[in-house]
């Protein structure tokens, strides 16, 4: 059975630009995004129309944390998306949360969270066999601005058996 899973901004905005939004659905429920991550991707949408709307995607949950789950983060300097992605994962007792960034991956482990970034989920999507290349997927998002350290891009090379 699929666990839950809650995104930040850049794991839906590049998921979605590479055309494989639909992946999270395929390995993960519930799916949630936050209010805060939702209204990053519409001002996103102000300078590029392809920029994914979350909430038109009917298998999306569009939550909101309350002000006391914002009160058990540690004191950090993240941007309102990631903070409330970590602020509802940590009160609903999520395991797995969707993040790119580097600090709110540290925190999020620091909070005893299991991370998955957007090269992660296209290595358990090849795993599930619902992508035939990891390759492809990562010269998509190098296209669209994602920046791939070359260390990183081979261990996903390796880790997807390319």
Known sequence: MPEPI??????WLYTGRVGHIDLLS??????????????????GRMIRADTPDVRELPW????????QAYATLPVNRLGPGEQSVLAYA???QL??????DRQ????????????????GLFLKAKEAGLVPSVRSLLVALQKEGFYIGQGLIEYALHRAQE
Request: hydrophobic share 45%.
């Open 26 to 43: 395929h390995l993960y429920s519930p799916v949630y995004a936050t209010e805060a991550v939702c209204l990053e991707l519409d001002a």
């Open 104 to 119: 709110a991956r540290d925190l999020a482990q620091r909070m005893g969270l299991r991370v998955l970034g957007t090269i």
């Open 90 to 92: 940590h009160a609903q």
């Open 60 to 67: 999306v949950h569009v939550v909101q944390p309350n002000s």
């Open 95 to 100: 395991n797995v949360v969707g993040l790119d």
């Open 6 to 11: 809650i995104c930040d901004t850049s794991v």
